[in-house]
């Protein structure tokens, strides 16, 4: 049992007003995922070519300044960082992923989290509460966020098994259930060069969607082939630069609820993390049907 919330403000005026709308939902879905919980937040994007890598150091000691210079003399580009506790957004010129292979080859104790230019990715062991606080969600601002909270069922409690899960550019996943053949996609997908980096059940259905997504798909059409693919129960909120997606398989065992005004769309899955959304009591509410994707763009 897991908690999944999702936020798009469709005014751009409130964007300010993100975090600050997004944290009762978060700390509402602790009894559903009490040990985990993490966040990817869409913000205004970074400029021309330049990128952003969410970056993760758990409890190591990491003097960022110094891993600045040392980028700096290395590749040679504009690169600034912003940290916060021990996570840290790195803005870089550089090719991402030049960024990344330096990260692995001279600090391999710092975890790359998220790629993209839009995309700002937390996610940490404890209460949700107290993971919001550590990272001061209510601060956050932009146009649309996913977060989760976790109860491990079949993986460790550790950072790295905690969702958001990433793939590619600017995409993430959250998952409420439990897949069945999560070796199976494994054992097909890394053949074809796609690599994992955990366990995690949720895991196999992100990678399946970066394959699908590498081979020229668009997301919904991916999602759809996920049907014959992905083995198992589950509610699955996706986000992107622009949109926020969600579906349920084809029992709809796992909970959801959307909460639908001229001002946002709200996801839950439970309506008590949307009870305290302004005008809620005037929002189009209803429970996504079974294999039917739903999506809102900003």
């Not at 059940?201 to 990678?207: M, Q, S, V, W």
């Not at 059409?221 to 084809?250: K, N, Y």
């Amino acid at each position: 049992m897991c908690g999944i919330v999702g936020l798009l403000l469709k005014k751009p005026g409130l964007r300010d007003q993100l975090g600050a709308l997004m944290v009762p939902m978060l700390v509402g879905m602790t009894e559903r995922g009490p040990d985990s919980a993490g966040l990817a937040v869409y913000t205004e994007p970074v400029a021309g070519t330049l990128h952003k890598l969410s970056l993760y150091r758990g409890m190591h000691a990491v003097d960022w300044s110094q891993l600045l210079a040392s980028l700096a003399k290395d590749l040679s580009h504009e690169h600034t960082i912003a940290i916060n506790g021990n996570h840290a957004v790195l803005t870089t010129a550089a090719d991402p992923a030049d960024v990344g292979a330096w990260l692995a080859s001279r600090a391999p104790m710092i975890a790359v989290l998220s790629i993209g230019q839009s995309i700002d990715l937390y996610k940490d062991v404890g209460a949700p509460a107290e993971i919001a606080a550590r990272y001061q969600f209510q601060r956050l601002r932009g146009s649309h966020l996913v977060g989760h909270t976790r109860m491990a069922t079949e993986s460790a409690v550790t950072p790295a098994h905690a969702h958001p899960f990433t793939a590619g550019r600017d995409f993430c996943l959250v998952h409420n259930g439990s897949l069945s053949n999560p070796h199976l996609v494994r054992k097909k997908l890394e053949p074809l060069g796609i690599e994992f980096e955990t366990d995690n059940d949720t895991e196999a259905a992100c990678r399946f969607f970066e394959w699908r997504l590498r081979e020229g798909d668009d997301l919904k059409t991916a999602v759809q082939r996920g049907f014959s693919e992905l083995d198992g129960f589950f509610t699955f909120l996706m986000g992107t630069d622009t949109e926020l997606l969600i579906v349920r398989d084809a029992f709809a065992c796992k909970p959801a609820v959307v909460a639908e005004t001229d001002e946002y769309v709200a996801i839950a899955s439970e309506f008590r993390s949307l009870a305290h959304l302004p005008d809620i009591a005037h929002a189009s509410l209803f429970e996504p049907k079974p294999e039917e994707i739903y999506s809102w763009r900003i």
